[in-house]
C-alpha cells in the first residue's frame, strides 16, 4: 500500500529525487525481497531507520482510526447529527486529544451532554501521582530523563527548592553527564544560589558510589543528559542502572509544547529507562494540552509535575486531575463554558 510520496529534501538527494514509502503485509514476497537486502550504506541505513519509525506510526495510527470506525458506523453518524455532541467533540479534538479517546468519551457520555460529563470522562483517563521516591526507598531519589531542552536542569532546581529547601529536608544534587563540556555548569550554579549540595559524576559507577555516600539525604536529585534519538545507543548503561534501581523514582519529562505525534515517539524512546513517572514543561509554550492526557492513558503512567515558565520554584506545580482537566478544556483561556456548548 502506497503510504505517502514526496520530493526528497536537499540533505537527502543523494539517494534519489523522490520519496516513496509504501507498506507490505509480512510475508509477502516484497516482504521477502526487502529481507534479501544486504550491505545497506551507513547515511542509507540511517534514514531507512527513520522512515521505518515513520511508517510505524503511521500504522498504528490507522489501525486506531480503523478500529474507530469499525465499532459503530451508526453511532458516528449519531454524534454528527447531535450538535451538542459535535461540539464537544470539537473541543477535545480541538485539544489535540487522541481522535479516538475523543470519540471514546463521547459515545460513554451519549445524551448526557454537559460540561461536568465531560470532566468526568477526561478524569477516568489520568492517573496523577506527585510523590516523590519509591515505597522501597531508603530516602527520596528522584531522577529526570528526557530529550534535549526538554527542561530537566531547571525542573531539579524548581525539585529541590520546593521539596528540599521549602520542606526543611537536607538535599543533594547529581548531574549525570560525561559526554558534554561544562554541561552541568548552570546546575551546579543553581544548586550554588539555592544552598544545596552537588556533585558532578560521569559514569554510572561513579553515580552507584555517590547514592550510597548519600544514603542519610533525604532528598537526592538526578539530572542525566538531554540525549536525542542518535544518542540513544550510548546511554544504554545509564538505562539499565535507572530501570534497574529499585528506590529511584525516574520521571520522564516531555515538552508540552511538542507535537502529539513526537510526544508518543520520545515516549517510546526512553521507555528502556523505566520512567514510572510524567513531568511536562514549557506549558506556557502551548495552549493545546490533550496530549498530557493522551500520553497519560496510552502509557497507564501517571503525571507528576507541570512546569511553565523559568520561575523558581514557582513555575512547577503538583500535576492534578482537576487543573490538567481545565487546561484540556480550555478553563484558563476563556472558551465558553462545556453546558453552553452542549446546549448550543
Given at each position: 500500500?502506497?503510504?505517502?510520496?514526496?520530493?526528497?529534501?536537499?540533505?537527502?538527494?543523494?539517494?534519489?529525487?523522490?520519496?516513496?514509502?509504501?507498506?507490505?503485509?509480512?510475508?509477502?514476497?516484497?516482504?521477502?525481497?526487502?529481507?534479501?537486502?544486504?550491505?545497506?550504506?551507513?547515511?542509507?541505513?540511517?534514514?531507512?531507520?527513520?522512515?521505518?519509525?515513520?511508517?510505524?506510526?503511521?500504522?498504528?495510527?490507522?489501525?486506531?482510526?480503523?478500529?474507530?470506525?469499525?465499532?459503530?458506523?451508526?453511532?458516528?453518524?449519531?454524534?454528527?447529527?447531535?450538535?451538542?455532541?459535535?461540539?464537544?467533540?470539537?473541543?477535545?479534538?480541538?485539544?489535540?486529544?487522541?481522535?479516538?479517546?475523543?470519540?471514546?468519551?463521547?459515545?460513554?457520555?451519549?445524551?448526557?451532554?454537559?460540561?461536568?460529563?465531560?470532566?468526568?470522562?477526561?478524569?477516568?483517563?489520568?492517573?496523577?501521582?506527585?510523590?516523590?521516591?519509591?515505597?522501597?526507598?531508603?530516602?527520596?531519589?528522584?531522577?529526570?530523563?528526557?530529550?534535549?531542552?526538554?527542561?530537566?536542569s531547571a525542573c531539579i532546581a524548581k525539585l529541590a527548592a520546593q521539596f528540599g529547601i521549602g520542606?526543611?529536608?537536607?538535599?543533594?544534587?547529581?548531574?549525570?553527564?560525561?559526554?558534554?563540556?561544562?554541561?552541568?555548569?548552570?546546575?551546579?550554579?543553581?544548586?550554588?544560589?539555592?544552598?544545596?549540595?552537588?556533585?558532578?559524576?560521569?559514569?554510572?559507577?561513579?553515580?552507584?558510589?555517590?547514592?550510597?555516600?548519600?544514603?542519610?539525604?533525604?532528598?537526592?536529585?538526578?539530572?542525566?543528559?538531554?540525549?536525542?534519538?542518535?544518542?540513544?545507543?550510548?546511554?544504554?548503561?545509564?538505562?539499565?542502572?535507572?530501570?534497574?534501581?529499585?528506590?529511584?523514582?525516574?520521571?520522564?519529562?516531555?515538552?508540552?509544547?511538542?507535537?502529539?505525534?513526537?510526544?508518543?515517539?520520545?515516549?517510546?524512546?526512553?521507555?528502556?529507562?523505566?520512567?514510572?513517572?510524567?513531568?511536562?514543561?514549557?506549558?506556557?509554550?502551548?495552549?493545546?494540552?490533550?496530549?498530557?492526557?493522551?500520553?497519560?492513558?496510552?502509557?497507564?503512567?501517571?503525571?507528576?509535575?507541570?512546569?511553565?515558565g523559568q520561575q523558581i520554584p514557582e513555575d512547577l506545580e503538583a500535576a492534578s486531575?482537576?487543573?490538567?482537566?481545565?487546561?484540556?478544556?480550555?478553563?484558563?483561556?476563556?472558551?465558553?463554558?462545556?453546558?453552553?456548548?452542549?446546549?448550543?
Open positions: 500500500m502506497l503510504v505517502n510520496s514526496h520530493r526528497t529534501s536537499i540533505e537527502f538527494r543523494h539517494l534519489g529525487e523522490y520519496e516513496v514509502v509504501c507498506a507490505v503485509t509480512p510475508g509477502t514476497e516484497a516482504d521477502d525481497d526487502l529481507k534479501r537486502v544486504e550491505n545497506v550504506p551507513a547515511e542509507k541505513a540511517e534514514h531507512l531507520d527513520n522512515l521505518s519509525q515513520e511508517v510505524s506510526v503511521i500504522r498504528q495510527q490507522m489501525e486506531r482510526l480503523a478500529s474507530t470506525l469499525a465499532r459503530s458506523g451508526a453511532a458516528v453518524a449519531g454524534i454528527a447529527a447531535n450538535p451538542g455532541l459535535a461540539k464537544i467533540f470539537g473541543v477535545l479534538t480541538g485539544a489535540e486529544l487522541d481522535a479516538g479517546l475523543a470519540y471514546e468519551i463521547v459515545l460513554r457520555m451519549g445524551t448526557q451532554a454537559s460540561g461536568e460529563a465531560v470532566r468526568a470522562e477526561l478524569g477516568k483517563l489520568l492517573e496523577v501521582d506527585a510523590r516523590l521516591g519509591t515505597p522501597n526507598g531508603r530516602s527520596r531519589i528522584v531522577a529526570l530523563v528526557g530529550p534535549p531542552g526538554a527542561g530537566k520542606a526543611r529536608r537536607p538535599c543533594h544534587i547529581l548531574a549525570v553527564d560525561g559526554h558534554r563540556i561544562a554541561a552541568s555548569e548552570q546546575l551546579r550554579s543553581y544548586a550554588a544560589i539555592l544552598g544545596v549540595g552537588f556533585q558532578d559524576v560521569g559514569t554510572t559507577t561513579a553515580l552507584a558510589q555517590a547514592l550510597e555516600e548519600l544514603r542519610h539525604k533525604d532528598l537526592v536529585l538526578i539530572d542525566t543528559p538531554g540525549l536525542s534519538r542518535a544518542e540513544m545507543d550510548d546511554a544504554g548503561e545509564l538505562a539499565r542502572f535507572l530501570s534497574g534501581h529499585p528506590a529511584i523514582d525516574t520521571h520522564l519529562v516531555l515538552p508540552a509544547s511538542m507535537r502529539s505525534v513526537d510526544i508518543q515517539r520520545t515516549a517510546d524512546r526512553f521507555d528502556k529507562f523505566g520512567a514510572r513517572k510524567l513531568l511536562f514543561t514549557k506549558l506556557d509554550e502551548t495552549d493545546t494540552f490533550g496530549p498530557i492526557v493522551s500520553q497519560s492513558a496510552r502509557t497507564g503512567k501517571a503525571v507528576s509535575f507541570l512546569s511553565r486531575v482537576d487543573g490538567i482537566v481545565n487546561l484540556v478544556l480550555g478553563m484558563n483561556w476563556r472558551e465558553p463554558p462545556l453546558e453552553a456548548v452542549a446546549a448550543a
